[in-house]
């Protein structure tokens, strides 16, 4: 398979080929988006916005997001665990998810949380109790938060630290308020009863299930690829796939310029064009695992938050910009609140592109993103190969 056709393949599984909604969207389309991604990253950086917004608006334009977090939070559809990293899925892959809570209970997960939950027990039993009788409750609404000081773990109150405890091991649920502060209850408030009754598969089959949902998901992908979309170990990963393959769940196939061979689902669509415009969250899945993106799209892309700012090499936040089957740019952005703006402090085009063209159709974009998130305008700085011609075009 040509490396072309590859692209083609994992846009499309992602959604990417989808018609786009013509009227007002609402929770059909969230479920059509989900059916595709499986979950989405929640993460608390919100430069632009939440993190979990940026998937949903790259796939189908603008929404409310006040319905979207109704629908995730509420609407007893979805629940949020650990997947890839903390994310929020459907209910029904709560048991193929057990596994994971179930070594984290053995220790699989932060040293300190399992040190502290084994020191501490009877503390984190009464943590549970008081979830079970007054739940949803914040870490601060604990009768005993035990503030704590240190440098480890940023200092976290022992109150929170064992609730995220019995969180990663799957005691207690969580879902988030209008400022994204975790409340914390019984799992049974927020999974429903039947999925919770069903038996938790063993974990060869529970692996093979989650791959083949992120064969899926991808269209094509490596056996790191699929391994890394719910974290599987990749050790634990290759055999997995072998079985899939055996069975005719996934497919081998050898991607032209790859070195490693791959997967592809049986049921991938492979459009014969692409015509994709949006900009991408760092967390969206197309891009999340930088190695596959590298190798689709010939685009290196870091995330630079946690760079010190005079070594960063494009910027604090930066949005890939995908334009048909191709990431032909990046901008570094910062919706500025305070001053009504989307602020795009820097502006990349990839080596052999049309500038003049990347500028006009990122404009479009720029403008389309910054009426979503309720900003007046757009701001075009002046560091970055595509910036002038941008600034260009827009005037």
Same mark, same amino acid.
């Given at each position: 398979?040509?490396?072309?056709?590859?692209?083609?393949?994992?846009?499309?599984?992602?959604?990417?080929?989808?018609?786009?909604?013509?009227?007002?969207?609402?929770?059909?389309?969230?479920?059509?988006?989900?059916?595709?991604?499986?979950?989405?990253?929640?993460? *608390?950086?919100?430069?632009?916005?939440?993190?979990?917004?940026?998937?949903?608006?790259?796939?189908?334009? !603008?929404?409310?997001?006040?319905?979207?977090?109704?629908?995730?939070?509420?609407?007893?559809?979805?629940?949020?665990?650990?997947?890839?990293? =903390?994310?929020?899925?459907?209910?029904?892959?709560?048991?193929?998810?057990?596994?994971?809570?179930?070594?984290?209970?053995?220790?699989?997960?932060?040293?300190?949380?399992?040190?502290?939950?084994?020191?501490?027990?009877?503390?984190?039993?009464?943590?549970?109790?008081?979830?079970?009788?007054?739940?949803?409750?914040?870490?601060?609404?604990?009768?005993?938060?035990?503030?704590?000081?240190?440098?480890w773990w940023n200092g976290r109150s022992d109150g929170k630290r064992a609730?995220?405890?019995?969180?990663?091991?799957?005691?207690?649920?969580? %879902?988030?308020?209008?400022?994204?502060?975790?409340?914390?209850?019984?799992?049974?408030?927020?999974?429903?009863?039947?999925?919770?009754?069903?038996?938790?598969?063993? $974990? @060869?089959?529970?692996?093979?299930?989650?791959?083949?949902?992120?064969?899926?998901?991808?269209?094509?992908?490596?056996?790191?690829?699929?391994?890394?979309?719910?974290?599987?170990?990749? !050790?634990?990963? %290759?055999?997995?796939?072998?079985?899939?393959? @055996?069975?005719?769940?996934?497919?081998?196939?050898?991607?032209?310029?790859?070195?490693?061979?791959?997967?592809?689902?049986?049921?991938?669509?492979?459009?014969?064009?692409?015509?994709?415009?949006?900009?991408? *969250?760092?967390?969206?899945?197309?891009?999340?695992?930088?190695?596959?993106?590298?190798?689709?799209?010939?685009?290196?892309?870091?995330?630079?938050?946690?760079?010190?700012?005079?070594? %960063?090499?494009?910027?604090?936040?930066?949005?890939?910009?995908?334009?048909?089957?191709?990431?032909?740019?990046?901008? $570094?952005?910062?919706?500025?609140?305070?001053?009504?703006?989307?602020?795009?402090?820097?502006?990349? =085009?990839? $080596?052999?592109?049309?500038?003049?063209?990347?500028?006009? @159709?990122? !404009?479009?974009?720029?403008?389309?993103?910054?009426?979503?998130?309720?900003?007046?305008?757009?701001?075009?700085?002046?560091?970055?190969?595509?910036?002038?011609?941008?600034? !260009?075009?827009?005037?």
């Open positions: 398979m040509k490396q072309g056709v590859a692209a083609r393949v994992a846009l499309a599984s992602q959604g990417f080929c989808d018609p786009s909604p013509s009227g007002r969207i609402d929770v059909r389309h969230f479920r059509r988006v989900l059916g595709r991604l499986a979950l989405l990253q929640l993460d *608390s950086v919100q430069t632009v916005c939440r993190s979990h917004y940026l998937p949903i608006y790259s796939r189908l334009g !603008s929404y409310d997001r006040d319905h979207l977090d109704d629908w995730l939070w509420n609407s007893g559809e979805m629940f949020e665990t650990w997947a890839h990293e =903390a994310s929020i899925l459907p209910v029904w892959m709560e048991p193929a998810l057990r596994w994971r809570k179930r070594r984290a209970a053995e220790g699989d997960t932060w040293p300190g949380l399992h040190a502290m939950a084994t020191r501490q027990a009877k503390y984190v039993d009464a943590v549970i109790a008081e979830v079970e009788e007054h739940g949803p409750i914040r870490a601060a609404d604990l009768s005993d938060p035990r503030p704590r000081s240190g440098d609730l995220d405890w019995l969180f990663r091991i799957g005691m207690v649920g969580s %879902r988030r308020l209008g400022n994204f502060e975790r409340t914390y209850e019984p799992l049974n408030r927020l999974v429903p009863a039947q999925v919770l009754a069903k038996p938790a598969p063993p $974990d @060869e089959a529970a692996q093979r299930d989650l791959l083949e949902v992120a064969g899926r998901c991808q269209g094509i992908g490596t056996a790191g690829d699929l391994a890394d979309y719910f974290r599987i170990g990749i !050790s634990e990963a %290759r055999p997995r796939l072998a079985e899939l393959v @055996e069975h005719g769940r996934l497919l081998a196939v050898q991607v032209e310029g790859w070195r490693e061979p791959a997967f592809i689902h049986p049921e991938s669509p492979r459009p014969r064009k692409v015509a994709a415009r949006a900009l991408l *969250s760092p967390f969206d899945p197309v891009v999340w695992y930088r190695p596959r993106a590298e190798r689709l799209f010939g685009f290196r892309y870091r995330i630079e938050i946690y760079v010190p700012a005079g070594k %960063r090499e494009y910027g604090y936040y930066v949005m890939p910009f995908l334009l048909g089957q191709d990431l032909v740019g990046r901008v $570094d952005l910062k919706a500025d609140r305070s001053e009504g703006v989307l602020r795009a402090r820097g502006v990349f =085009a990839e $080596d052999g592109t049309d500038h003049c063209h990347v500028a006009t @159709e990122l !404009s479009a974009e720029l403008d389309r993103l910054a009426t979503f998130l309720g900003l007046e305008g757009v701001k075009v700085g002046r560091r970055g190969n595509l910036a002038a011609v941008l600034r !260009s075009v827009r005037h």
